[in-house]
Antibody
């Protein structure tokens, strides 16, 4: 069974930093692209960042480029999102999401971890 | 970025009756490999999104056959043949043809 468990969310002041983690299990982690998708309270889904299965290629939404860094540790089956210079508009539930192999897209989602940026 | 527009944004439904949601993209979702990477997701209250349909019309593992998808190019539809109580939630279309992945605004289905 595919499982994705996020951690690391919490309350942080504007300008602060936070690192999210996603522990993956139930599948061959190093074969999949992985992504972060966020959802502000009561709002829709927004893709944030993605990383190739080997970690060498990364992509970011314009809104987080230069502030967020996605990475992965395939030996530990863990995905990360380092978030710096946080803003109030970054407040959201951050979901860890698995990329598909046989077609372009995403399939399994984690429950998410809430990040609140407020003074 | 490709903009995904869903209609309606809210859909009151009757149990046992059909329901339909439309999704339109700002440009064609046909990829250079010939496939169209349009998916539908369901988000029940308090739950993370769940994949229902991929590549326009393919049901994901475990998805009931009352859910079906259709369309081509820029216009797509999700249909529920007979709505059940567990279908209440928000439905999103999503494109993965072009980076970045983008989502529709969501359609709230309520009884």
């Amino acid at each position: 069974e595919v499982q994705l468990e996020e951690s690391g969310g919490g309350l942080v002041q504007p300008g602060g930093s936070l690192r999210l983690s996603c522990a993956a299990s139930g599948f061959t982690f190093n074969s999949h692209w992985m992504h972060w998708v966020r959802q502000a309270p009561g709002k829709g889904l927004v893709w944030v960042s993605g990383i190739h299965s080997d970690g060498r290629s990364t992509t970011y939404a314009d809104s987080v480029k230069g502030r967020f860094t996605i990475s992965r540790d395939n030996a530990r089956n863990t995905l990360y999102l380092q978030m710096n210079s946080l803003r109030a508009e970054d407040t959201a539930v951050y979901h860890c999401v698995r990329g598909t192999i046989t077609w372009k897209g995403i399939d399994f989602w984690g429950q998410g971890t809430l990040v609140t940026v407020s003074s | 970025d490709i903009v995904m527009t869903q209609t309606p944004l809210s859909s009151p439904v009757t149990l046992g009756q059909p329901a339909s949601i439309s999704c339109r993209s700002s440009q064609s979702l046909v990829h250079s490999d010939g496939n169209t990477y349009l998916s539908w997701l369901q988000q029940r209250p308090g739950q993370p999104p769940r994949l229902l349909i991929y590549k326009i019309s393919n049901r994901f593992s475990g998805v009931p056959d009352r859910f079906s998808g259709s369309g081509a190019g820029t216009d797509f539809t999700l249909e529920i043949s007979r709505v059940e109580a567990e279908d209440v939630g928000v439905y999103y279309c999503m494109q993965a043809t072009q980076s970045p992945h983008t989502f529709g605004q969501g359609t709230k289905v309520e009884i």
